[in-house]
């Protein structure tokens, strides 16, 4: 089993920044990846940033937020970091913090998600 914790969350003004981060504890796993959702009132759970935890750490990110969000890890904390500049009233939502884990006894893959934070921009 494998928790995730975020924080970060808040309410910020338009072309303001915030920085979420989401540590994942457990044990018997490898993390592969992790990443960020995000879900606005209304609207479908959509893909912000994910990093993978091997080699350079190649992302995917979501072109509505690249040049503005930064994805980033801490691999000896299991952490991942999401830099937000430049926030916009669109990027009003709960974010979700993802992991998808390799079992060490199991060799099987597993995903998990946290409880998400809330992010306001607004004036």
């Known amino acids: 089993q494998v928790q995730l914790v975020e924080s970060g969350g808040g309410l910020v003004q338009p072309g303001g920044s915030l920085r979420l981060s989401c540590a994942a504890s457990g044990s018997s796993f490898s993390v592969n990846a992790m990443g960020w959702y995000r879900q606005a009132p209304g609207k479908q759970r959509e893909l912000v940033a994910v990093i993978i935890s091997s080699g350079a750490g190649s992302t995917n990110v979501a072109d509505s937020v690249k040049g503005r969000f930064t994805i980033s890890r801490d691999n000896a904390k299991n952490t991942v970091y999401l830099q937000m500049n430049s926030l916009k009233p669109e990027d009003t939502a709960v974010y979700f913090c993802?992991?998808?884990?390799?079992?060490?006894?199991?060799?099987?893959?597993?995903?998990?998600w946290g409880q998400g934070t809330q992010v306001t921009v607004s004036s």
């Open positions: 993802y992991t998808n884990v390799a079992g060490l006894r199991t060799g099987l893959h597993y995903a998990y």
